[in-house]
């Protein structure tokens, strides 16, 4: 089904296929080791926005780690993520929020790096770090590493001040 698909030159053709429904599917079939996974991924990758939201929102959803890494990786290889991640990136759910700074860094897009800077104020740690690495992949003059190391450790220093006889965790070592 996913090889004729891939034939259809006809935009408007394409995202009449393209329901909800169809791309939802078609991730399914991405985790099924049987499947022909280019013709699937063509598909899901045409169908912009909403074939890249589908693969984040399965992302986000999956409870095995092999299955995680994979559609990560299939995210990572659509365009159209940047979108869809940057606005996943807003979400107070720390696994979420860490995927799409992840995903926005892969993208490398300059543009993306007032909301990877947002995170740099986010609760949980892991994000933190995971913006730092982002922005460490764009790269650019617009990106101080050294700025960015400050930020989490100033977050950590405050939270871990507070929370260290909970938390069980060191505060991230001061150069």
């Known amino acids: 089904m996913f090889k004729l698909l891939d034939g259809i030159d006809e935009p408007v053709s394409l995202e009449q296929l393209a329901t909800p429904a169809a791309l939802q599917l078609g991730v399914e079939l991405l985790l099924d080791p049987t499947t022909e996974q280019e013709p699937v991924q063509a598909f899901l990758r045409r ?3 909403p074939g890249a939201r589908a693969v984040f929102e ?18 990572a290889s659509m365009p159209a993520t940047l979108a ?3 606005q996943y990136s807003a979400s107070p759910t720390w696994f979420v929020a860490r995927n799409a700074a992840g995903l926005v860094g892969e993208m490398k897009s300059q543009s993306a790096i007032p909301d990877l800077s947002r995170l740099l104020k986010h609760s949980d740690l892991r994000v933190r770090i995971a913006a730092v ?9 617009t990106v101080s590493c050294s700025r960015c190391r400050k930020r989490v450790r100033s977050t950590t220093s405050s939270k871990s001040s507070r929370h260290s006889h909970t938390s069980g965790r060191p505060a991230l070592a001061k150069n």
């Open 84 to 86: 869809v991640a940057r």
């Open 133 to 141: 690495v982002a922005l460490g992949h764009i790269g650019g003059p």
């Open 58 to 75: 399965q992302l986000i959803a999956a409870t095995e780690l092999a299955d995680r890494r994979f559609l990560y990786d299939v995210a």
């Open 47 to 49: 169908s912009g926005v």
